[in-house]
């Protein structure tokens, strides 16, 4: 398998010190990593910094094998970031014009939609299972249809890599579950690989393949496998707690 994310030696640093310290994992194809920690412990500033959103002091990103800096295929990198879930009730989109605005990172520049896209937002829409949905407004959605919505329009451009930043924030359990069941699906049937964050570590070894646990450093990368047998993570967790987050075993 191809490595799809490299992070090498990566440090944030702001005004108040360092966000992240040293931060070095690779992700391969396929992979679905789950990445936890305590608050404040720099996940999301870690995703901006894959997007380049906020600029590192030290290390190295390479997507796909390119440096961040010089990457120009970013509609192979769905994201999906926290609070999409609050949309601005004035902004009057329907659930299609959405979906589509994904496929902008495939466009080049006049931005122009091409006559296949149509279909390509309908395939997302099919997928999600909200084409019933096509021409109402997001804004009058409940969170759990925004969420899908949202996630279309990462997944619209066929993307190789997922990011999401809390996806089950604001959401009831129900459609949590159902969320979580079609990233799943997503990974294991589609191929996509996912990085996903999360605070809530109770179904992460059903679903992960990987866990990054940070504390401004990296506590453990590695498989669940990998993961049970971590002295680190017995004292993180405690012996008894940290099998019963991994999934592995009865």
Known sequence: MHVVLNVKDLDVKYRSGYALKNVSFSVHAGDYVGVAGPNGAGKTTLIKAILGLVKHSKGTIELFGNCIHSFEEWFKVGYLPQSVTTFNPLFPATVAEVVRLGLLSREKFPKRFSSGDKQKVNDALDLLSI????????????????????????????????????????????????????????????????????????????????????????????????????PKMSHYFGEHAKHIICHQHQ
């Open 131 to 230: 084409r019933n949905l096509e021409h109402k407004l997001v804004s009058n959605l409940s969170g759990g249809q925004q969420q899908r919505v949202f996630l279309a329009r990462a997944l619209v451009a066929s993307p190789e890599l997922l990011i999401l930043d809390e996806p089950g924030t604001a959401l009831d359990p129900q459609v949590r579950e159902n969320f979580f069941r079609l990233l799943k699906e997503l990974n294991v049937t589609k191929g996509v690989t996912v990085l996903l964050i999360t605070h809530d570590l109770s179904d992460l070894g059903r679903n992960a393949t990987k866990l990054l646990y940070l504390d401004r450093e990296v506590v453990f990368f590695g498989n669940f496998d990998t993961y049970c047998h971590s």
